[in-house]
């Protein structure tokens, strides 16, 4: 089931005016508009699948139909690991006699893309005071447009925010992140072009602390794994907020680029042997015909995939659920 934003921010209280305002069948039309809209975002994805798949002949299930089925995962960028566990467990279905046609086979299949995905807290934690979020990735992730929707939600439920434009690596970042302050109403701490990153942060949580804020959102550079000096600075950024809060950051988001396929496997597990990322949000999902990139990111890394990017628009930011995608990717 689709989860609403209100679901997906840890220190949210789960019930009040929002919630008491929004009659429980209006919220279930939203969230069956929101699976349309995700479907509609995982078309190339599912038509590359439904291509596939409209080739197998389930009249008998055998090697050749989960050979088959292997190559349509693996050309959908499920990840090899993750389409060998996909397809010995649908092999297992079909040997228990839980898969004897098509209806079946599909069934199976959805649930198993599902099951792919990592357990764990696919919660964003805002429960702090202030609560720390770090937003890292490669350029053109769209790190800094996924900032400033997130930090428009979280305003919506309730919570004040402060933007710390750390990225002072390229110029127009800081101005960019300026230009989203404005336009969702938050504050944004900068310093000049080429100023320290970590003094920056420095001054946002201190700020946000003098503004009694919820939550400070970091903005870094985007940079390459092979890119060493950039990533001992995001090693510094994260020393610098432990030092004013000790657990911090409480959050650190990856921003993957959808469209990228295995590299953004590739860059997802490089991140994450660097710096404690706590979750993915997976961009550009609607401009690529290999969702299934998703896939692999979650159950090869065991890194839950917390939000999805599916267009411009500030609604397109939205909340993952396994499920959901599993179901948009396959159905007809």
Request: proline share 3%; charged share 25%; glycine share 10%.
């Amino acid at each position: 089931m689709t989860r609403s934003w209100h679901e997906v921010f840890k220190g949210i209280e789960p019930a009040g005016e929002a919630a008491a305002a929004t009659p429980a069948q209006e919220e279930e039309e939203k969230k069956s508009g929101w699976f349309r809209r995700f479907k509609e975002s995982l078309s190339k994805s599912r038509q590359t699948m439904q291509q596939h798949l409209s080739a197998l002949m389930f009249d008998k299930i055998d090697a050749d139909l989960w050979e088959r089925l292997e190559e349509t995962l693996i050309f959908a960028d499920c990840g090899v690991n993750s389409t060998v566990a996909i397809v010995e467990r649908m092999e297992r279905a079909a040997n228990e006699g839980k898969i004897v046609g098509k209806d079946q086979f599909f069934s199976y299949l959805e649930e198993s893309i599902a099951g792919m995905f990592a357990g764990g807290d696919y919660q964003i934690d805002v429960s702090h005071e202030p609560s720390i979020i770090l937003m890292v990735g490669v350029n053109g992730t769209g790190k800094t447009t996924t900032i400033g929707k997130i930090a428009w939600h979280l305003q919506r439920e309730g919570k004040s925010v402060v933007l710390a434009a750390a990225d002072t690596f390229r110029a127009a970042a800081i101005e960019q992140l300026q230009e989203w302050g404005k336009r969702v109403g938050c504050p944004v701490i900068a310093q000049e072009h080429g100023s320290d990153p970590g003094a920056v942060v420095f001054d946002a949580i201190s700020a946000a602390r003098s503004r009694q804020a919820d939550v400070v959102i970091i903005d870094t550079a985007g940079r390459l794994h092979t890119q060493v000096p950039l990533m001992e600075e995001l090693k510094k950024i994260r020393r610098v907020v432990a030092k004013q809060i000790p657990d911090g950051p409480h959050e650190t988001l990856l921003s993957v680029d959808a469209t990228t396929g295995q590299n953004g496997l590739i860059q997802a597990r490089l991140f994450g042997e660097a710096v404690d990322v706590t979750g993915a949000v997976l961009t550009k999902l609607d401009g690529t015909a290999k969702g299934g990139i998703a896939v692999a990111i979650s159950h090869e890394l065991g890194l839950p995939i917390k939000l999805v990017g599916v267009g411009e628009q500030l609604e397109d930011l939205r909340p993952f659920d396994p499920m959901d995608f599993a179901r948009a990717l396959l159905e007809a």
